[in-house]
């Protein structure tokens, strides 16, 4: 090797170091700033969930519940009471969903189902806009007053014992119209 060559060689490395010298001071002085004192929110320990672990999350505060450990394939629907308990209601089927736009002067939307496809189901009404919805059910064993539904808050959840005839749910828009959404399921 001639002394040109090394003298090459040596160079070529100098500049090779001084060029990823050069690229590591840009990328730290692209990034960008993170501030160190405020790392924002972590989670809990009981946030990280273990594999096969089911859950269910209050829409009202963000609350994670514990659910059932089940086969994740497996529909399971939880309700929360108003005063906080949470019971699993088992397997769940649809059996029918209801989305309506609601006029306070209109005629009622209602919607039936055999007493055949369940001996439970559960009644899900939310609704959005600027007046609420009145929900009645006849049909049902024991006697089931009428609910006023706010819209823009939580949906009503409300479970059901079927009788050994039709199940009957109407609704109303009341004060102002509204875009309805409602849902029944079945429960095993």
């Given amino acids: 090797m001639t002394p040109d060559e090394r003298t090459r060689r040596v160079l070529l490395a100098g500049l090779t170091v001084a060029a990823l010298v050069a690229g590591a001071w840009w990328w730290r002085a692209a990034a960008p700033a993170v501030d160190r004192a405020d790392p924002g929110p972590t989670g809990s320990p009981a946030a990280f969930l273990e594999p096969g672990l089911r859950v269910a999350i209050d829409a009202r505060t963000g609350q994670v519940l514990p659910g059932p450990d089940a086969d994740p394939d497996q529909r399971v629907v939880i309700h929360q009471a108003p005063d906080g308990t949470v019971r699993q209601l088992d397997d769940s089927q649809v059996l029918w969903r209801e989305r309506s736009h609601l006029l306070p002067d209109g005629p009622p939307v ?7 496809d369940a001996d439970r189901v559960v009644l899900t009404v939310g609704c959005s806009g600027a007046g609420s919805v009145v929900v009645g059910v006849s049909g049902a064993p024991a006697a089931e007053p009428e609910r006023t539904v706010s819209c823009g ?5 409300v ?9 009957l749910v109407w609704f109303a828009a009341l004060g102002d119209e509204v875009d ?3 849902r029944l399921a079945a429960v095993s």
Avoid: C, F, I, W
């Fill in 180 to 182: 309805l959404d409602a």
């Fill in 110 to 116: 209602r919607r039936q189902t055999n007493a055949s």
């Fill in 153 to 157: 808050g939580a949906p009503e959840v």
């Fill in 159 to 167: 479970v059901l014992e079927t009788g050994n005839r039709p199940l």
